[in-house]
């Protein structure tokens, strides 16, 4: 069994800053990369930002500067730091991680989003 849990979402006024976290447990032998998507309302889900195990990272243009993915290895935890956060920015977030199982299987596995609304 694999988990993953996310936390850190909320109501932050435009201006403000949330950091989210995700834990992956369970049967996994390592996690390749880690991402972080978003889904508003009435729209598609979108990626975020994303995290390779070597610590190449990619954002998609409109948060650039004021996000930042990061992860822990050991702990096997993907981090998403926010500031100057906007009200284009209100959506459920979820976390995405790519992970290997015994025998070099590997397996897209999702958070269960967390809810970030920014206020104006």
């Known amino acids: 069994q694999v988990q993953v849990v996310e936390s850190g979402g909320g109501l932050v006024q435009a201006g403000g800053s949330l950091r989210l976290s995700c834990a992956v447990s369970?049967?996994?032998?390592?996690?390749?990369?880690m991402a972080w998507y978003r889904q508003a309302p009435g729209k598609q889900r979108e990626l975020v930002a994303l995290?390779?195990?070597?610590?190449?990272?990619n954002y998609r243009d409109s948060v650039k500067g004021r996000f930042t993915i990061s992860r822990d290895n050991v702990k096997n935890t993907v981090y998403l730091q926010m500031n100057s956060l906007k009200p284009e920015d209100t959506a459920v977030y979820y976390c995405?991680?790519?992970?290997?199982?015994?025998?070099?299987?590997?397996?897209?596995?999702w958070g269960q989003g967390t809810q970030v609304t920014v206020s104006s």
């Open positions: 995290i390779s195990s070597g610590g190449t990272v």
């Open positions: 995405n991680a790519e992970g290997v199982r015994a025998g070099g299987l590997i397996q897209i596995y």
């Open positions: 369970g049967a996994i032998f390592s996690v390749n990369d």
